[in-house]
């Protein structure tokens, strides 16, 4: 019966890297010196060349070792054979894949932080010198995380990582908040919607990161966020410069209004509370044009002026002409 591929992890504070322990000989060194396979692959001019971000050590039988390393010159030459290694350790973006004729000769040496998560690790074979701070664990030793968790959740209860901290500040801000009927999973996307409307600076800003939003989160989980946050409209984070293209954007604006509850006038509810915004908006940049347009057109002139002040940045009523 063919023996599947183990696999461990070296679990640090922002990722678990895997570590495969083969059973294949030829597969792995397919991956590590073939070209096409993983590791290697050749360039323009047909050399044997060295992905980025990847290495393989070739181990022979008779002691002699061959390297593997991006930017640095393959001598094909001097490869050995696939029959002449007996140990073969490929790393890439994926992890390390190890196998060995002997595993007791592969050596796996780790630093821990203060969480008593890994923070260096590296591993060898045969001869090897451990260093200032290390440990050597066996593949055992490593972390082996349950089959259907493919989603990683174990990292979300592991102190010390980006996950574990993660939930820590979902659950607070859920709880501040009081949406504590949510589960793990939206209180972690309650958590990511609140950071990105904290990134808010601008009225072009609330218009993106509610058309993002959208697409990405359930209805529910961004208006509980925007609740939370205050964030109600375009004109809270509007800049003087952008009153200009108000009129141009409202009906963008006017789709992400926030309205507390779904009803049948929710529509409406939004538009009336956009045009308020727009009001107070535009009342605020004019005041000083309006109150000299009062004092010289007089009480008729004045209430003409101030109806279209109110009415935002649209042109003048049809047949009316601005008058100086």
């Known amino acids: 019966m063919k023996e599947k591929w183990e696999v461990r992890y070296f679990v640090t504070a922002v990722a678990s890297v895997p570590v495969y322990k083969a059973y294949s000989k030829t597969e792995t060194y397919r991956q590590a010196a073939k070209d096409g396979w ?12 060295c992905d980025e971000d990847c290495a393989a050590d070739l181990y022979t039988k008779n002691g002699g070792y061959f390297g593997i390393r991006a930017y640095e010159e393959i001598a094909t030459k001097e490869m050995p054979k696939q029959a002449e290694c007996a140990a073969i350790i490929v790393s890439d973006s994926c992890g390390f894949t190890v196998w060995a004729e002997d595993f007791g000769k592969v050596h ?5 932080d203060e969480n008593g ?6 591993v060898e074979y045969d001869d090897a010198t451990i260093y200032d701070g290390e440990v050597e664990i066996s593949f055992d ?7 259907e968790d493919y989603q990683e959740t174990y990292r979300a209860e592991l102190p010390g990582t980006v996950e574990y901290q993660h939930k820590q500040e979902a659950d607070k801000l859920a709880l501040e908040a009081g949406e504590t009927l949510m589960n793990a999973e939206e209180r972690e996307q309650f958590r ?10 601008s009225a072009w ?16 989980i961004i208006n509980a966020a925007r609740k939370f946050k205050n964030c109600f ?24 209004e926030f309205v507390t509850a779904d009803t049948d006038t929710a529509e409406q509810d939004a538009e009336q509370t956009t045009e308020a915004a727009c009001k107070e908006a535009a009342t605020a940049a004019g005041a000083d044009t309006t109150a000299a347009a009062t004092g010289k057109l007089g009480q008729q002139g004045a ?8 009415g935002g940045a649209g042109p003048p009523p049809p047949g009316k002409g601005e008058r100086g």
């Not at 993983?38 to 060349?49: I, Q, S």
């Not at 796996?108 to 821990?112: A, D, E, R, T």
């Not at 919607?193 to 600076?201: S, T």
């Not at 609330?206 to 529910?220: A, Q």
């Open 205 to 220: 800003d609330f218009l993106c990161t509610m058309s993002l939003l959208e697409y990405d989160y359930d209805k529910k």
């Open 233 to 256: 409209s375009f004109a809270q984070y509007e800049k003087p410069q952008e009153a200009a293209r108000r009129e141009e954007l409202m009906e963008d604006y006017r789709k992400f």
């Open 141 to 147: 030793d490593l972390y082996e995380r349950a089959e």
């Open 192 to 201: 990511q919607v609140c950071h990105k409307i904290d990134g808010i600076k």
């Open 108 to 112: 796996i040496f780790v630093s821990y």
């Open 117 to 122: 998560l890994i923070d260096n690790y590296r």
């Open 303 to 310: 209430q003409e002026t101030e109806r279209k002040a109110g």
């Open 38 to 49: 993983g590791t290697v692959y050749r360039d323009e001019n047909n050399a044997l060349v």
